[in-house]
């Protein structure tokens, strides 16, 4: 399969009043074509960050520090902001958080979605416009040819995700990435989003990043996974290795976090005690320490590297360490991604 | 549609029924009247005046003569203004105040809008720590006192620039250079609010998520901003405008007397000291068609501007 986009040791602060907030510290992951990538972490674990630092849209004061992102061979953190904006909503783009607030509601939706069309590709007016009703036909929007004319306020919040998809997928984008899509809508209207998301990916061909707090999400769709907090990466896996066998505590804590009524059994919830790290001055060691139930003097020194679990599974934990104390389910291995 | 604008019609002139009743019956309750001095007059004198001016006919009476009178667009001789009817004093006076008015809400839409937008976008930097000092003078300085540095500071120095109004103006120079100090006295105010209008708003809008979408959909900073961000950002502004218009068009006492124009601001003053009444009452309802007139064209700005709005109203949901 061939490299799509791959991260290195990104960095990336906000410059506040207050100090520098790390909100991303050095994270690497690789995505193959086809990937489907979850993105899962509390608020504040740096996934919106990494994903708005892949855009370029981070905003002031923020902005990259250190690091690469390297997506078909060129490094995006060196190109200017015209540079990068042909990559915008051309090969790269993006679906947002809340479709309520995300469309301009001056605008009709067929304005927006020509917008588009026209600024990435060669068509004239009449073709956008063709391609425009094509697309919201494609995100499952009834009657496109009237519903272009319609103004963002009426169209309810489902279909306004769908017309935010049909922007996003309106040139063919080779990654699309999508932070949080589901979160502010109705569960019914979840479903049916994540299902038009996955039907799209084989349609147009795309890679996606999504980004979720929701592991019940990545589940049904992904199948790589990255689980991030304090702007690391924790655990970095294939789907099945993840829930079958994780191997970072925090996993296993936000596994266990999750509601499940399988056997109608009444479970209670297992929380994570304690609350994230504060980033304007992140401990020097593993972020997730303070609350770790297998806390090491190490771990509150030094950020473990990522040890090699599997060929398709990454854990940064000190447990992995052939020196650290047997905790049951957690594997010794022998070395770190670098090696 | 047509409706919708036919009932604004309506209410607006139901608006100005209740302004010119709420006006007569308040102007009556004040004590004295047109004709009452330091010096009385003797009493015959005085009815003979009353008389001729209906005065000493019932209150009510007296109402609906004038309602009358306004429907046929006739608003009364003046009392005080020897020979001049209400009609003559706005017929005269209008156009010099509406002249000067015009020019200076020009000035303050295009050049109070654009230093809104620049200040936001270079916000915390010098020239928006500049613009937004200089709109800070501009809404705490009054009028007369810009007027009065504008004569000794400027036009008594550059002696192309009129001191005062010129009414027939005999070169280009003059027509064009009496049209500064007024301008500029008269727009200070709202040309600096409609500069902090814009620029908050502007910030604001700028931090919206559809600003983000606009830029994710790899849109130029120049199409994010002023395609995406304008719109929005003029909706309040737009607002404001409209009354402001109004206000502007009928002219200022302060600055009319400054510099000598023969507008109509000054009698909205004087004829409340006169009790002049026809005046007073003529004067409100002119100022008074012309905010509705205002605030009904905002209306119409607002449906191009803000769909939510245009098929707020159409479609009634």
């Known amino acids: 399969m061939k490299t799509l986009l791959e991260i290195n040791n990104l960095h990336t602060s906000f410059f506040t009043h207050l100090g520098e907030v790390q909100a991303v510290r050095g994270i690497d992951f690789v995505l193959e074509e086809g990937d489907i990538l979850g993105i899962v972490g509390e608020s504040g674990s740096g996934k919106s960050v990494t994903s708005l630092s892949i855009m370029g849209l981070v905003d002031d004061p923020g902005r990259i520090t250190e690091g690469s992102i390297v997506f078909e061979g060129v490094d995006l953190t060196k190109l200017t902001n015209e540079q990068l904006a042909e990559y915008r909503g051309n090969d790269i783009s993006m679906i947002f958080q809340d479709p309520m607030t995300s469309i301009n509601p001056v605008y009709s939706i067929g304005n927006q979605l020509m917008e588009v069309i026209l600024r990435h590709t060669k068509m004239t007016k009449e073709e956008a416009k063709e391609r425009a009703i094509e697309l919201l036909k494609m995100v499952g929007i009834p009657e496109p040819e009237v519903r272009l004319k319609n103004y963002p306020h009426q169209f309810s919040g489902g279909m306004r995700q769908r017309a935010m998809i049909a922007m996003a997928i309106s040139c063919n984008p080779k990654l699309l990435i999508a932070d949080e899509p589901t979160t502010a809508l109705d569960v019914t209207i979840q479903a049916q989003i994540l299902e038009l998301m996955r039907s799209l990916k084989d349609k147009i061909n795309t890679t996606i990043i999504l980004i979720t707090h929701d592991l019940g999400v990545i589940a049904e769709v992904c199948n790589k996974v990255i689980v991030m907090y304090g702007g690391m990466i924790m655990e970095r896996s294939n789907i099945e290795s993840l829930y079958d066998n994780p191997q970072h505590p925090y996993t296993r804590g936000l596994l266990q976090s999750v509601p499940k009524n399988v056997t109608g059994k009444k479970n209670r919830l297992i929380p994570i005690e304690g609350s994230p790290p504060d980033l304007l001055s992140p401990p020097p060691g593993c972020p997730f320490s303070p609350r770790c139930p297998h806390a090491m003097e190490i771990c509150l020194k030094e950020a473990a590297p990522l040890f090699k679990i599997s060929d398709t599974q990454f854990a940064s934990c000190w447990l992995h360490h052939v020196d650290a104390p047997e905790v049951e389910g957690y594997v010794k291995v022998a070395g770190d991604e670098n090696e | ?317």
């Open chain 2, 1 to 317: 549609m047509k409706n919708y604008y036919v009932q604004r019609v309506l209410y607006a002139l139901f608006t100005l029924y209740i302004v010119i009743t709420v006006t007569f019956f308040m102007m009556h309750a004040i004590p004295g009247g047109p004709f009452t001095r330091e010096r009385h007059l003797p009493p015959e004198i005085e009815a003979i005046l009353n008389e001729k001016y209906h005065l000493d006919d019932p209150l009510f009476k007296q109402y609906i003569d004038y309602l009358g009178g306004v429907v046929t667009f006739d608003l009364g001789p003046s009392f005080k203004e020897l020979g001049l009817t209400v009609n003559d004093l706005i017929r005269e006076g209008f156009p010099s105040s509406m002249n000067v008015g015009l020019v200076s809400v020009i000035m303050i839409i295009a050049i109070g809008v654009p230093l809104g937008i620049i200040s936001a976008l270079k916000q915390n930097k010098f020239i928006d720590h500049a613009a937004m000092f200089l709109a800070t003078l501009g809404v705490t300085i009054p009028s007369f006192v810009i007027a009065t540095l504008f004569i000794t500071l400027i036009a008594a120095n550059f002696t192309f620039i009129p001191i005062s109004w010129v009414n027939d103006p005999q070169n280009v120079g003059d027509a064009i250079f009496r049209y500064i100090g007024p301008v500029i006295a008269l727009s200070g105010y709202s040309l600096s609010f409609v500069s902090r209008l814009t620029r908050s708003s502007m910030l604001e809008v700028l931090r919206q998520d559809y600003i983000r979408t606009a830029r994710a959909n790899g849109l130029s900073e120049r199409r994010v901003i002023f395609k995406h961000a304008l719109k929005n950002a003029l909706i309040p502004v737009v607002t404001y405008v409209g009354p402001m218009a109004a206000a502007i068009l009928t002219g200022s006492f302060v600055v009319e007397r400054i510099f000598v124009i023969p507008g109509i601001g000054r009698y909205f003053v004087e004829s409340v000291s006169n009790r002049d009444y026809t005046v007073i009452i003529g004067m409100t309802i002119f100022y008074a068609a012309l905010y509705i007139v205002m605030v009904l064209l905002v209306d119409v700005a607002y449906a191009f501007i803000d769909p939510r709005i245009r098929l707020g109203k159409k479609m009634g949901d």
